[in-house]
């Protein structure tokens, strides 16, 4: 039942298209009339369209300036960024030679206080053992000196002169 009911549609479906073409070929064959006002709608919609037109072609000549415009800026940005970026690479590159420098200058000053450590130690031993020599020496002289008062003293006890002389500089 359904099948049928579908042919059916079908078959109308395609009548009424069949005489629908044949009302249009009739009508594509009939002859229009053209009148004077028709021609001056022609006329009047020929200057619409080139005033549209011109229009057009302005508005798109100001978008196309704007762009351009556009454009150059975006390009002065880019310069001026281009430029703010070599600034920077200049500047970072200055800092890491003021880096480098100080690192060094660092290294040289610890350098410099190593070898001063390092020569005192090498100077003061040697001065070391020479004050050591020159205390011993003294110590030695300092008892030959002591053994001389104690001699001198033994003898004031007979000479007099030698007792007065002592006296005078109390080693008596």
């Known amino acids: 039942m359904r099948q049928s009911v579908f042919y059916?549609?079908?078959v109308i479906w395609s009548i009424g298209s069949c005489y629908a073409q044949?009302?249009?070929?009739?009508?594509?064959?009939?002859?229009?009339p053209f009148t004077l006002a028709d021609r001056d709608r022609l006329i009047?919609?020929?200057?619409?369209?080139?005033?549209?037109d011109k229009r057009m072609t302005d508005q798109f000549n100001m978008i196309q300036k704007q762009f351009e415009y556009q454009q150059k800026q975006f390009e002065y940005q880019q310069?001026?960024?281009?430029?703010?970026?070599?600034?920077?690479?200049e500047?970072?590159?200055?800092?890491?030679?003021?880096i480098g420098?100080?690192?060094?200058?660092?290294?040289?000053?610890?350098?410099?206080?190593?070898?001063?450590i390092w020569d005192r130690k090498?100077?003061?031993?040697?001065l070391e053992r020479?004050?050591?020599?020159?205390?011993?020496?003294?110590?030695q002289e300092r008892n030959k000196l002591q053994q001389l008062i104690r001699a001198l003293q033994e003898l004031s006890k007979t000479d007099e002169r030698v007792a007065a002389v002592l006296k005078q500089f109390n080693l008596l």
């Not at 070929?25 to 002859?31: G, V």
């Not at 090498?122 to 040697?126: E, H, Q, S, Y």
């Not at 020479?130 to 110590?139: D, L, P, V, W, Y």
Request: proline content about 3%.
């Open 130 to 139: 020479k004050m050591e020599r020159q205390m011993t020496e003294s110590r």
């Open 122 to 126: 090498t100077i003061i031993k040697p």
């Open 79 to 89: 310069k001026q960024l281009e430029y703010q970026q070599k600034q920077l690479d």
């Open 8 to 10: 059916f549609v079908c």
């Open 22 to 32: 044949k009302m249009s070929d009739e009508r594509a064959n009939t002859p229009i």
């Open 91 to 98: 500047q970072r590159t200055e800092i890491h030679w003021v």
């Open 44 to 52: 009047e919609l020929s200057i619409a369209v080139k005033e549209l």
């Open 101 to 116: 420098l100080i690192i060094t200058l660092m290294g040289l000053v610890i350098g410099l206080i190593t070898y001063i």
